[in-house]
């Protein structure tokens, strides 16, 4: 069977079964050729929401699958492989938020939507890459706890001086493996060309960008532009997609290192196995993860995320 081949199947098989494929951005385009969706966790989720399908399957990692369990309860969410986790959504526990809020009882926690459905618990609001900014300026408290990436929160902080924030650890490994060395090298080999960047990385490295914002930001901006090259700061299938959809520009990695190897982790024999019935992992969470996870998200969208 080839490519195209298994494609097809794929294809004739979610319809039979009543599946809804969905495919963050980081995955490779030959998964994204099969998917109903494709974009950042929370469109995803929202999409899931809204979809007549009954099954759910989740490309990306665990977390995303989560939350798509958690707005679409009643959907079987399947994860496609198992064993795509964010190693971000697990760097604090909610003993450590306890914690936090005992030292800073007038703070709001805000967190990152990459986190489990466990600590999303623990959050006040969550927020997503592209709305995090938009939403804390509405927010009334002064003080922010902002878990779990460290790299986010400060360009955040950036957008707003009049907040106070308080980090402890945390970032995505795949962003913070750029170093401003790679800017450096990758402008001198590019002089031409923007710099784009999630705001994962570094904020030395945001600062030199001529464009920051979230992957499916990046995307538009890219294809929007009048301009004709670009230096891609975030996961390095970003640039494999936007070859497709502009064939005409060209687009170079900041580092060859931005590859998330969890995401990676998934492949179209994994979708194949799935739609036949004998792979991934259906996910399962209790009513009271799921009401108690889903109060931040809520937050979030009544703040207009
Ligand atoms: S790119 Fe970073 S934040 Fe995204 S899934 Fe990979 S490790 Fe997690």
Redesign the pocket.
């Known amino acids: 069977m080839n490519t195209r081949e298994m494609q097809d199947e794929i294809i004739r098989l979610k319809k039979e079964k009543d599946i809804c494929i969905l495919a963050?951005a980081?995955q490779s385009h030959n998964i994204w050729e099969v998917a109903d969706f494709v974009g950042d966790s929370f469109a995803l989720s929202k999409k899931a929401a809204e979809a007549k399908e009954n099954n759910m399957l989740m490309c990306?990692?665990r977390?995303?699958a989560e939350t798509v369990k958690t707005l679409s309860p009643q959907k079987n969410v399947i994860l496609a492989n198992p064993d795509?986790?964010?190693?971000?959504?697990h760097q604090m526990s909610r003993l450590d938020v306890a914690a936090l809020k005992e030292k800073h009882p007038d703070a709001v926690v805000v967190a990152y939507i990459?986190t489990t459905a466990e600590l999303k618990c623990s959050a006040d609001i969550i927020v997503t890459s592209s709305s995090a900014v938009d939403i804390l300026k509405k927010v009334p408290e002064k003080k922010i706890i902002f878990i779990p990436?460290c790299n986010l929160g400060a360009y955040v902080a950036k957008s707003l001086p009049e907040k106070e924030f308080i980090f402890v650890k945390g970032g995505?490994?795949?962003?913070l493996r750029v170093q401003m060395a790679d800017v450096e090298i990758a402008k001198e080999n590019h002089p031409s060309a923007e710099l784009l960047v999630?705001p994962?990385c570094r904020i030395e490295i945001c600062e030199s960008a001529d464009y920051v914002g979230s992957t499916t930001g990046i995307i538009s901006y890219a294809e929007k532009s009048d301009k004709k090259e670009f230096i891609i700061g975030?996961?390095n299938s970003i640039i494999e997609h936007l070859q497709f959809s502009c064939p005409d520009k060209k687009f170079y990695a900041l580092s060859r290192e931005l590859v998330?190897?969890?995401?990676k982790l998934t492949t179209l024999g994994d979708i194949y196995n799935c739609v036949k019935g004998c792979g991934g992992e259906e996910i399962f969470l209790s009513d009271e993860i799921i009401s108690s996870s889903l109060k931040p998200i809520e937050k979030m969208i009544a703040l207009g995320g």
């Open positions: 963050h980081y990306g990692v977390f995303m795509a986790d964010c190693p971000m959504a990459n990436d995505c490994p795949t962003h999630h994962e975030t996961e998330c190897h969890n995401m």
